[in-house]
């Protein structure tokens, strides 16, 4: 009754494992491309801070903690 499915001749390409050295970065296609126009100065440093820390870290969405270390990382400090 239920016929197997033929084995497929490409292989499977897991593109979530983490890329080899000296590779080259591949282009990510990012959702909110201009959502920094009209910020201030200082929000719009840490939006791009945030971005850059997403694409180095290859991470969509960030934790509390991660977010602290990149405030941080810009040189502000609770007082």
């Known amino acids: 009754?239920?016929?197997?499915?033929?084995?497929?001749?490409?292989?499977?390409?897991?593109?979530?494992?983490?890329?080899?050295?000296?590779e080259t970065p591949v282009f990510e296609r990012r959702q909110f491309t201009n959502?920094?126009?009209?910020?201030?100065p200082g929000a719009h440093e840490l939006a791009l801070a945030i971005d850059e820390y997403k694409l180095r870290n290859r991470r969509r969405f960030i934790t509390y903690e991660e977010m602290y270390e990149i405030i941080t990382g810009l040189g502000y400090a609770q007082v």
Not at 5 to 17: G, K
Not at 35 to 40: K, Q, R
């Open 1 to 22: 009754m239920n016929q197997p499915v033929p084995a497929t001749t490409t292989p499977f390409v897991d593109r979530r494992s983490p890329r080899k050295p000296g």
């Open 35 to 40: 959502s920094h126009e009209g910020l201030s």
